[in-house]
């Protein structure tokens, strides 16, 4: 009888908890099933000839892979063009989240272990930028790397002459993705390493550790899930990014993906195969999100 009157409770608590969270699950499925479905609609639809605009076709029996093989061909063909844009969208990211991730790990540990009583502080700063819009961070940063600006000046009375950043240079592109998306990792890294007990950091020094082995051995292991993390959440906004190239470039060397997408998406005849790389760009960024979800199921059951 006990055990069915706890049985009896446990039902009733979590029929609360579903019926709490059923708002905002049915809002997140139709804010994310409903666009998407419509972007796969047109991706698989037609071309209106006449008109040069895409045409949706909801009905998945009519759908159409001609936008498909275009996409496909623009990436692999002879004549391809969009195959050096995403190796180059790639390499950008990789570097600018390694970039990101020797710059944010150190700032984070510094906060989490010794800031001490100015930890407050700190925490301010870190999320200060937050409270600035990307795109005013960007306008910054083109007064900062300007022919005429601070960066340049800086560098004639070093003796160096001027350097053309926002030319379309790589460099420029890069590091204004690690100043664009680093708060990001640097606030997660700190949130995970802050929780790891200061007792085990205790116990690697009775053992004998001195303070880098103890770093290599105990903090490193214990703040792999926070860097997973960190790395996820600057990774995936990278791949689709277009505003930073668009503000820092402009220049069709540095184009990225996303610059692609928004230039089909904004061509009369070519929406479709905008589409198409749209939903490309979404398996590829589920890749890591499934791989995170396991890695962190993983971790909670050992």
Known sequence: MPNKWNTNRWNRGNAFWVALAAPGIVWLLVLFIVPVYAVLAIAMGKLDQLLESPVAVWNPFDWSSSAVIDVWRDIVGSSSFAGPIILRTLAYTAIASLLCLLVGYPAAYFVARFAGRRKALFLVLLIAPFWISYMMRMLAWIDLLSTGGYVNKALGWAGISPVNWLGGESVTVV??????????????????????????LEAGRDLGLGRFRTFIHVTLPL?????????????????????????????????????????????????????????????????????YVLATNREANL
């Open 223 to 291: 703040s792999r899930q926070p860097i997973l993390t960190g790395l996820l959440i600057t990774v995936l906004p990278m791949l689709g990014d277009y505003y930073t190239n668009q503000m820092l470039s402009g220049a069709a060397s540095t184009s990225m993906i996303g610059n692609l997408i928004q230039g089909q998406l904004g061509t009369p005849g070519l929406e479709g195969q905008g589409a198409v790389l749209s939903l490309m760009l979404l398996i590829v960024l589920l890749i890591p999100m499934v791989y």
């Open 175 to 200: 590091l204004g993705l690690v100043y664009g998306y680093i708060p990001y990792l640097i606030i997660v890294l700190y949130a995970g390493l802050d929780r790891i007990d200061p007792a085990l």
